[in-house]
């Protein structure tokens, strides 16, 4: 990996407001680098500096250890090419007559050059699948057709140094994944150095190898993805509470966003409650102790349940049984386990029919060592009832808990 870029103690102002303090980074070519962080940070004024767009107050900036201070806009713009966050093309020009825009930096009056410039643009625009686009007046094209054309403009100035501000921004959550997965292209096939401003952390997430994170006009924290995507980060940068939960096949952190922890102050009657819930009926409320700071455990659930997949992507432990199977010996004794280990269990509107049995009679086995809190949103004639047994440890069990109706009582309690 050669370092492609480095930015040496910059610093930049607008009139006498500090907009970026000290900023020091280096990308490595073949890089695909978020830089995130909260509006007005300074994330575009950073994209900014690098173009020379904007001339730092303080610090120098390397490209291939070459200050670009020193390097003529028409040679800079060999190197770097920029996709700004204003999308809009005024006037009547066509897709390829923007896209040929991009060859300027090397506009010579040789016919023979002229055909390389077109083969370029034919092949900047091929590439970003926008050739039958290319009588088209721009300002005809849709959103994502615009973002792609001003991409295709940028590829034609064969950068080394892509910058992206926002590339995302106007973009449905389908033309937001393909975009990215071309850029991602760009990055792997060709070799292209790829900054993007971004806002959403799990796009971000999904194609950045590496995230520059800015706070006050500094940066935060830089590093691979998986050091700088975490809880605490992102709590510090953008007061919000989240959960990281990563990605099976890919590793990639994913962001569940809970809130902000409004009642993480006022104190709890516990710290560990062990839920029995399924079917979506304990959603809510399992979202509602994450935000309270209760250690959970959820179980015995099927995978792939409703409640299954939230246990998971909040990261509580979860004793969890193959799907669509009745819960196995071995998965109860775990259970029970969890169960005498918390200091309370709460059943959230549970069915009681055959599938949730041996729940119930796990937690009848300890009924009188434990605090008992029982939901009852929906009334318990509305369920199945189709096992008697289910049914009759249930009331057993309900008859020594706290019933609760609504999930405020639930919320006065816990
Ligand atoms: N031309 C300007 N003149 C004066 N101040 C400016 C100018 N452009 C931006 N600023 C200020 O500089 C700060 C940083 O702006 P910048 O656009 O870099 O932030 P940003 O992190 O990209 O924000 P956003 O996420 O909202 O796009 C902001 O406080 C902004 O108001």
Redesign the pocket.
Known sequence: MSLLLKVENLDFK??D?D?LKGINLEVNAGDFVGIL??????????LNNINQWLKPHRGSIYLKNINIRKLKPKILAKHIATVP?DTSIEMSFTVEQVVLMGRNPYLVNFEAEKERDFAIAEESMKYMDIWHLKEKPVRELSGGEKQRVLIARALAQEPELLLLD?PTSHLDINYQWELLGFLKKLCLNRGITIIA?M?DINLASMFCDKIIL?KDHKIFKMGPLIDVINEKNIKEVFNMDVHVCFQEYTGRPVIVFLGRKENINIPRPFNTLHVICGGGEGEKLLHYLKKRGYEVSVGVLNKGDTDWLTAKMLGFDVIEEVPFSPISDEKIEENTKYVKKSEAVLLADVPFGYGNLKNLVCLKNILHQKKIFVMEERAIESRDYTNGMASQIYRDIRDRAVVLHSFDELKSFL
């Open positions: 607008y009139q407001t907009v962080g909260p509006n007005g940070c300074g994330k575009t004024t950073l966050q926002e401003v806002h800015l």
